[in-house]
């Protein structure tokens, strides 16, 4: 059984930068396409960023593309979303994802495993 936990949420200004930490359970966890999914308020929910199993492969949705970063550390069992430049349009809530194969990234049916979310807001 798999469980990820996001964390680093919290208000922000316009122009701020945020990094949200995700930590999975389970050994297994280097074997795992992850990502980061976001829902705004009255919206659908939105790809935003997804890293292979050994951090060689990297896809951004275009709207974050020079702000976000998405990086892991398997040692840690940890994905980070770093986040910089930060918009009021980038409010929403973040939930870390997990999938078994690089495959069909902006889809959220490819994955298996999500996180609870964590809020973002960004102040105008």
Known sequence: QVQLVESGGGLVQAGGSLRLSCAASGRTFS???MGWFRQAPGKEREFVAAISRSGGNIYYVDSVKGRF???R??????VYLQ???LKPEDTAVYYCVGAPRWYGLVSASSYDYWGQGTQ???SS
Request: hydrophobic share 30%; net charge neutral.
């Open 69 to 71: 970063t998405i990086s």
């Open 31 to 33: 074997s795992y396409t």
């Open 120 to 122: 973002v807001t960004v």
């Open 83 to 85: 986040m910089n430049s």
């Open 73 to 78: 550390d398997n040692a840690k069992n940890t």
